[in-house]
């Protein structure tokens, strides 16, 4: 075989893959239906008076000759795989009914050389009765192998519109990460360039030596996959290590994390634009120490919170409006992630704090 020949894309392999795995199952089918039909005509024989076990070698030579009118049927309604199961209903009725001729001749070519050399008259009533039963017979055939088609057709679409909602879902994901990485970016570097301006060329260095390693970490993450909760965790510390070289008089870290839960997958850089906001409108703002706090616990009915807290100054209410856009990308990536099943809220605990908190299902990864 050529390599112009061989599957080349993903598509190509699972149409073949999916064509090999409806062959089993036709030839399965087939077995069980030839079985059953020959049980089924045992039994019917027996009780018109015949002996199920002296009739066994007919009705096998019987069934191998109606098996090849029946891979015939089938064929032909493969070929025909793309045409309307109606039409295709119609196809295999006429093939029955036009086919079962064959197994009447056959029958009677077979009881001809049973007795030869005495000759078999050719009667019309039997002739009738083994290209009436045969017909049912193939028909019954055609309706179990269209019923097998179009559950695979029906199969084979669902595959590919969940293919396509997942791309759509995926490409989705992509542009909502995009719009994090960016903004985080640019607020760095202007930070960076705060300090220059200020002379403070060490806390810069500083700075961009962390922005170097944040960036190391999280340039090579892939939006379409979750990420190890600890993974998370560990990168929204990296960036507040970034900004305690701003904010070092008045930064406060403080966590508030259930152990055992590391391995809790999350949407990658979640947390960002919450910490990001907390340190924007909440640290930046203060004039003495503030804390930010970060928690997640597990509910008892299973779903994870996980919150970011963080002290305001008189009138921080105001925080809640400059939130808009990041907490609007935090909950559509949640939502095309979870549907239904998530949330992002900001509230204000106290008078003096803000607090935003997201729900989502518990998904845990490989340890």
Known sequence: ??????????????????????????????????????????????????????????????????????????????????????????????????????????????????????????????FAQVVLFTTSELFGWSCLYLALQYSDHVRAVEQRVAAVRQEALAAQMRALQYQVSPHFLFNTLNAVAGLV???????????????????????????????????????????????????SDRMIVRTDIQPGLDDLLVPPLILQPLVENAVKYGISQMQGPAALVIGLRQDPVGVLRLWVENAVPPGGAAQVSGLGIGLENVNHRLQARWPGRCSCIATQPTADSFRVEMTMPMVWGRT
């Open 197 to 247: 301006e200020e002379n403070a060329s060490a806390q810069a260095h500083e700075m961009l030596l962390g922005l170097a390693s944040f960036l190391r970490h999280t340039v090579m993450l892939n939006p379409d996959d979750d990420i190890r909760l600890a993974d998370e965790l560990t990168m929204q510390f990296n960036y507040l290590g970034i900004e305690k070289v701003r904010f």
């Open 1 to 126: 075989m050529t390599d112009a020949a061989l599957p080349s894309t993903p598509m190509d392999r699972s149409a073949v893959t999916r064509a090999q795995a409806f062959g089993r199952n036709v030839v399965k089918l087939g077995l069980g239906y030839a079985a059953t039909y020959f049980v089924v005509s045992s039994v019917v024989w027996g009780l018109a008076g015949y002996d199920p076990i002296a009739t066994a070698p007919g009705k096998l030579i019987g069934m191998v000759g109606d098996a090849v009118l029946a891979n015939i049927i089938t064929l032909v309604l493969w070929r025909m795989r793309h045409v309307a199961l109606g039409y295709k209903a119609l196809v295999g009725c006429g093939l029955s009914l036009g086919l079962s001729p064959i197994s009447g001749l056959i029958d009677w070519g077979f009881h001809a050389y049973c007795v030869y050399p005495q000759p078999v008259p050719f009667h019309k009533t039997i």
